[in-house]
């Protein structure tokens, strides 16, 4: 099999909240993630559309991994598991 990634995945377990205006909050859990995105475990949600531009959060027990959310795009989706792509930030435009 041709393997196109170009990050490796570690596996893991965290817990993810991924929030957009359109739906609200959804809960799913990182089963992999790697320095391109993630591969979450979505149950009791509906996944949103591929090319959906999400706001994402790490948490661990004791609190969150990362303070701001950070942008990830639903890249595909196969039954509950999506795979989420970090979004590059837009660039700081000062007017």
């Known amino acids: ?3 196109r990634r170009r990050f490796e995945r570690r596996p893991t377990s965290i817990r993810v909240e991924i929030t957009h205006p359109a739906f609200g909050a959804i809960i799913g859990f990182a089963r992999d993630i790697s320095d391109g995105g993630a591969s979450v475990l979505i149950e009791h949600y509906q996944v949103p559309p591929v090319g ?6 790490f948490k661990k027990v004791v609190g969150p991994i990362n303070d701001e959310p950070v942008k990830m795009t639903i890249m595909h989706h196969h039954r509950n598991v999506a795979g989420l792509m970090f979004t590059p930030s837009a660039p700081f435009n000062p007017g």
């Open 52 to 57: 959906t531009v999400v706001d994402v959060c």
């Open 1 to 3: 099999m041709d393997e």
